[in-house]
């Protein structure tokens, strides 16, 4: 097999997928032009970095990477500025934690997984990005400890929202993620209001299910 052509792949991730898609924002092109998402897959599947699927994290895994356009419409539906402080829920190897790194004003990301914790800071630092945090703890526990964050976004599919998520946002955050799996999975933008979080759907998208926030049975008699 000859070279793979990461450069050109990455071009047309950005041109095909990203830009076809209502994402627009140079901030996030950009980032997604410039970061190498092959060396945030397990190196067997780094052929597929700019595919338009879901990936294993790491080899075997049984949690998914998902899709580029997915992780770059929640990151443009979350409306982050410049001086926004980022809680990043379920970093992975850390693609989407480099992104909102190069937009926001610095990042906690968080990861439940400490072998893939320890990926996501390896990567981060070999990129020289400098204004993350990764810690580790179960997702759906958000991170209090450095919070509240102007936004927070949880980059995979969510059945239910743990209250806790809401007390660490700042009066009039945003929280974004994708709610439903499967066919019923939305992108949903969350404020932060003095009565809770208010939700409102904008795209409809499939992400993996993360671990910890699954709806748990109905209890039947």
Not at 94 to 112: D, W
Not at 134 to 154: F, H, M, N, R, S
């Amino acid at each position: 097999m000859g070279m793979f052509d990461f450069k050109a792949a990455r071009a047309f991730m950005v041109e095909g997928q990203i830009r076809t898609n209502d994402v627009t924002d140079p901030r996030i092109t950009g980032a997604m032009f410039e970061l190498e998402r092959e060396r945030f897959v397990p190196a067997s599947l780094k052929t597929l970095a700019y595919s338009d699927k879901q990936i294993p994290v790491s080899e075997g895994s049984q949690r998914l990477m998902p899709a580029p356009i997915v992780t770059a419409r929640l990151i443009r539906t979350a409306d982050i500025k410049a001086s926004d402080y980022v809680l990043h829920i379920g970093c992975s190897t850390g693609y989407g934690t480099a992104i909102l790194a190069k937009i926001a004003n610095s990042v906690v990301a968080l990861e439940e997984d400490a072998g893939l914790a320890k990926a996501a800071s390896e990567n981060l630092s070999a990129l020289g990005i400098n204004n993350v945090a990764v810690v580790t703890g179960p997702l759906a526990k958000g991170y209090p400890a450095e919070g509240p964050y102007d936004v927070i976004v949880i980059e995979g599919a969510i059945e239910t929202l743990p209250d806790t998520l809401s007390n660490q946002l700042k009066e009039d955050g945003r929280l974004v993620s994708i709610i439903g799996t499967g066919r019923t999975g939305r992108g949903t933008l969350f404020r932060k209001t003095p009565k809770g979080l208010s939700g409102f759907p904008f795209f409809d998208a499939a992400a993996p299910l993360l671990p910890g926030f699954v709806k748990p049975p109905a209890f039947t008699f």
